[in-house]
C-alpha cells in the first residue's frame, strides 16, 4: 500500500520515546504479515479502552515513528500508520486507522486521522477512498466502550 513520496525528516527524541517508536515499528512490521481482515480486528482490539487521539497526539507519534525507521520515513505507509497508532495506543489514545485507494491511477495508502483530519498526509489524501478503518471506540454514559458488532461475526450466547 505505497506510492511515491519524498521521505520524511527525523526529530529530535528522547531515548525512552525513540526506544518505544522502536518497539513500535517492530511489532508493525509483525501485524502487517497478516491478512487485512486479521489486521483489522487485531487493531480494534488494541483500540479498546483509548480515548481519541488529538491532532496534536497523532502528529508526535507519526513522526517519532518516521525518525526511527527509514521505511516507514518512505513508502512504508502500511507500516508507518500501524506503528504510529500502536505508539498513540501506549499513551492510552487512539487515532483513526485508514487503508483505503484511488482509482486514477490506481493506488493503495493507508494513514491516520485525529479529529476527523489525515495526519501529515499531502493535499492529494482526498482523492483516497477508505475500505477500512478502525476508529477509537465509542463510549457510553458509564464511560465503557460501546463498539457496534462487527457485520458476520457472532457473540457467544447469542
Same mark, same amino acid.
Given at each position: 500500500m505505497t506510492?511515491?513520496v519524498?521521505?520524511e =525528516?527525523?526529530s *529530535?527524541l528522547t531515548?525512552? %520515546? %525513540?526506544?518505544l517508536? %522502536?518497539?513500535?515499528?517492530?511489532v508493525?512490521?509483525?501485524l502487517?504479515?497478516m491478512?487485512?481482515?486479521r489486521? !483489522?480486528?487485531?487493531?480494534? &482490539?488494541? /483500540?479498546r479502552?483509548a480515548h *481519541? #487521539?488529538?491532532g496534536?497526539?497523532?502528529l508526535a507519534s507519526?513522526? #517519532?515513528v518516521?525518525?526511527?525507521?527509514r ?6 505507509c502500511?507500516?508507518? /500508520?500501524?506503528?504510529?497508532?500502536l ?8 487515532p483513526?486507522w485508514c ?5 486514477e491511477?490506481?493506488?493503495?495508502h493507508?494513514?491516520v486521522e485525529?479529529?476527523? &483530519?489525515?495526519?501529515g498526509?499531502?493535499e492529494?489524501i %482526498?482523492?483516497? $477512498?477508505a475500505l477500512? $478503518?478502525? /476508529?477509537?471506540? #465509542?463510549?457510553?454514559? $458509564?464511560? =465503557?466502550d $460501546?463498539?457496534p458488532r462487527?457485520?458476520?461475526t457472532l !457473540? !457467544?450466547?447469542?
Amino acid at each position: 500500500m505505497t506510492f511515491p513520496v519524498v521521505p520524511e =525528516h527525523r526529530s *529530535p527524541l528522547t531515548l525512552g %520515546r %525513540r526506544l518505544l517508536a %522502536r518497539l513500535t515499528v517492530t511489532v508493525a512490521w509483525l501485524l502487517i504479515r497478516m491478512p487485512p481482515a486479521r489486521l !483489522r480486528r487485531t487493531l480494534g &482490539l488494541l /483500540s479498546r479502552g483509548a480515548h *481519541p #487521539a488529538t491532532g496534536a497526539q497523532a502528529l508526535a507519534s507519526r513522526r #517519532a515513528v518516521v525518525s526511527v525507521s527509514r521505511t516507514c520515513a518512505g513508502q512504508g505507509c502500511l507500516q508507518r /500508520s500501524v506503528a504510529t497508532v500502536l505508539l498513540c495506543r501506549l499513551t492510552g489514545s487512539w487515532p483513526t486507522w485508514c487503508a483505503g485507494v484511488r482509482t486514477e491511477p490506481f493506488r493503495a495508502h493507508a494513514w491516520v486521522e485525529a479529529d476527523g &483530519l489525515p495526519v501529515g498526509e499531502g493535499e492529494d489524501i %482526498r482523492l483516497f $477512498r477508505a475500505l477500512m $478503518r478502525v /476508529s477509537p471506540p #465509542a463510549r457510553d454514559a $458509564r464511560g =465503557h466502550d $460501546r463498539r457496534p458488532r462487527e457485520r458476520g461475526t457472532l !457473540r !457467544r450466547g447469542t
